[in-house]
């Protein structure tokens, strides 16, 4: 009796999975459109494109050599100049010279496992280059994700939510991100940003970036522009320490010479140890 | 006019960026390009970085060099693959030798015993 029960009630909820399955599938995923293909997919900036075709040098010998008079080597000023993360805030006058200040200092190079380590946000919207600067979006209806190959995880919460009540909200490296799709564009809304380098670069070199506090407030919108590119319009306003919001733009073209994510892990097999302030290479 | 609070950081500093990698490569002497012949001891398909340990004869002594490269990540899409080279196999590398002189370098370039060359630039982007 209750075999013939289970068979019936598993025949009339195939009947169901069946009959509803073609009407799932047909829905689109959110930020998708018959000409729009979404924000799925792997993605690297713009910036490692052109580091990757040479149209920015930073490898030859030419690149690396800084100029007679001191100074950034040409393709290290150039990488700066393109990334508008590195750019210069609208400090007010106070943070301004603060920020000149504390970009006096040399700094130390950090650890090699350090700086691959998972990046926060925004960095993680430059993609590191220990992340060989890609990413993967992952777009559900209730959220969407950036995975990137040092284990970070960006939550972009898109199911309706508000940002936590300030009793339950306490600053992390990522922040807290909730979205909402306007057509195709995704709109971010992110705060309780922990205080540290808003780019990679200022954790993989001695480098001042922007110094904000933890009262600042991120709104992207990130679209995709064209099928080979993605890009994300930033706002930064920060109260305590900015005259104006800041706008920002990143570039992300389209990877196609992988299909998949590879995990780093610096751990594995480290052999650059930092001795005497400069990297080294361990012999067998 | 108000000067870049990064220009005035970084003029202190000859800093090179970690491109695609972990680390900087002041360590290699990226002016200089060597040929280094020699058999595959063995393939780290390693991250942070991949490595090839080469023996290398050299006027009747033998030595390992460590050639190192990129990630594995980044190492696939310049289209190298694990078994790409395997131990025992014949290979001529072009290398930016340490600076310091110690048996080892950055890859350039890897040539096999049948004239396949691989680099560790990607081809098509």
Request: proline share 9%.
């Amino acid at each position: 009796m209750n075999g013939r029960i289970g068979l019936r009630t598993c025949i009339v909820v195939g009947v169901i999975l069946g009959a509803s399955a073609p009407q799932a599938q047909q829905r689109p995923a959110p930020g998708v459109t018959a000409s729009v293909p979404g924000l799925a997919g792997l993605w690297e900036t713009e910036i490692a494109r052109k580091v990757q075709t040479g149209e920015i040098d930073v490898l030859s010998a030419a690149a690396n050599t800084p100029p007679p008079g001191g100074g950034l080597p040409p393709g290290t000023a150039e990488l700066i100049k393109q990334n508008q993360l590195l750019g210069n805030p609208p400090y007010i006058r106070e943070w301004e010279q603060k920020a000149r200040t504390g970009a006096q200092r040399t700094g130390t190079l950090p650890a090699a496992h350090a700086i691959c380590s998972p990046p926060g946000f925004p960095a993680i919207m430059e993609i590191p280059f220990a992340d060989d600067g890609l990413f993967e979006i992952l777009v559900t209806p209730a959220e969407t994700l950036l995975l990137t190959a040092s284990g970070g995880v960006r939550h972009i919460y898109t199911d309706g939510r508000q940002h936590p009540a300030a009793r339950d909200l306490w600053p992390t490296p990522m922040g807290d991100s909730i979205g909402r799709w306007e057509g195709t564009t995704l709109v971010i809304d992110t705060i309780a940003r922990k205080v540290g380098p808003i780019s990679w670069f200022g954790s993989a070199l001695p480098i001042p970036t922007a110094q904000l506090s933890s009262r600042a407030h991120f709104t992207e919108h990130l679209r995709r522009v064209d099928f080979d590119t993605l890009q994300d319009d930033m706002t930064i306003d920060d109260p305590e320490r900015f005259a104006h919001p800041w706008r920002i733009s990143i570039r992300y073209k389209r990877v196609t010479d992988i299909d998949r994510l590879l995990t780093v892990d610096c751990r594995e097999n480290e052999r650059n140890p930092v001795v005497n302030g400069q990297f080294t290479l361990t012999p067998p | 006019m108000r000067a870049h609070p990064i220009a005035l950081g970084v003029s202190l500093l000859a800093a090179t960026l970690p491109v695609a990698a972990h680390h900087s490569y002041a360590m290699f002497d990226q002016t200089r390009q060597v040929t280094v012949q020699g058999t595959v001891k063995e393939v780290q398909w390693t991250n942070p970085h991949c490595f090839l340990q080469v023996l290398v004869s050299s006027h009747g002594t033998m030595s390992e060099w460590s050639i190192e490269m990129l990630s594995p990540l980044a190492m696939y899409r310049a289209g190298w693959r694990p078994a790409s080279f395997q131990s025992g196999d014949k290979i001529t590398l072009v290398i930016n030798p340490l600076k310091n002189g110690g048996y080892g370098g950055y890859i350039v370039s890897a040539t096999d015993a049948r004239g396949r060359v691989l680099s560790s630039k990607r081809v098509h982007p």
